[in-house]
């Protein structure tokens, strides 16, 4: 079973969102928080699979709450709901830790799929809202459209497992070289692609459709 807090303020939203969830066999609700700081309290009792995150809460805000989180430190993996298409903050909440974004509009079935892939260590944004958010990081230099990256069938390797969620560590392990070979590799990709960081390089490849059905790097 996949465990799930969900932390917004508004009663009736809590209560339909988990009648949604309710539907899905692998799914149980552990929690509702009707702010940030409950949330944060709740987050350490209940140790979640996922938070589904509200953006706009009253005491504290969603962005507050994974900025005094450490997610990259916790097993707990964030979903922003918001209902506002603001790139602004779907890029502080993605740098700040978020794994996907789904728009409070969306349908049914793609809040359940966006949990199941998150849960899985994927990252979870619609085609448009990846563009968008590509187009607002203004990744300079980076391949175009179609155009496949030189990299090397290691540093594929490791973009593989970047989109999957890995870190430096586990790619490591995974991959049977060290910790220090892995940010090395990592170094020379960003170079190469032109962008900046994990996120920036998990979202590029998303964006480009460097992977086919099953995973495979083309």
């Known amino acids: 079973m996949i ?5 917004d303020d508004h009663v009736i939203f809590r209560d339909g969102l988990r009648k949604l969830l309710d539907s899905d066999d692998e799914l149980t609700v552990v929690g509702e928080a009707a702010g940030g700081a409950e949330c944060i309290k709740m987050l350490a009792k209940l140790k979640p699979d996922i938070l589904l995150l509200d953006l ?3 005491d504290k805000s969603g962005l507050a709450v994974l900025e005094e989180v450490n997610f990259d430190t916790v097993s707990t993996r964030v979903i922003v709901l918001t209902a506002a ?3 602004r903050e779907v890029m502080r909440a993605m740098r700040l830790g978020a794994r996907g ?3 409070k509009q969306s349908a049914t ?3 359940l799929k966006s949990i199941h892939r998150v849960f899985a260590g994927e990252i ?3 085609n448009r809202m990846t563009a968008e958010v590509i187009n607002a990081f203004s990744v300079a230099g ?3 459209r179609g155009e496949k990256p030189l990299l090397s069938d290691r540093e594929k390797e490791i973009v593989h497992l970047v989109v999957q969620g890995f870190r430096n560590k586990e790619i490591g392990v995974k991959l049977f070289i060290g910790e220090q070979t892995v940010k090395n590799h990592l170094h020379n990709i960003f170079d190469k692609l032109g962008v900046s960081d994990r996120l920036e390089l998990a979202l ?3 964006h480009h459709r460097w992977f086919s059905t099953e995973d495979e790097l083309k």
């Open 85 to 87: 298409e603001d790139n």
């Open 3 to 7: 465990k799930i807090l969900i932390a």
């Open 109 to 111: 079935e793609v809040l």
């Open 124 to 126: 979870w944004l619609d």
């Open 56 to 58: 706009r809460m009253p």
């Open 101 to 103: 974004v789904v728009l």
């Open 142 to 144: 980076a391949a175009p």
């Open 204 to 206: 590029h490849a998303i």
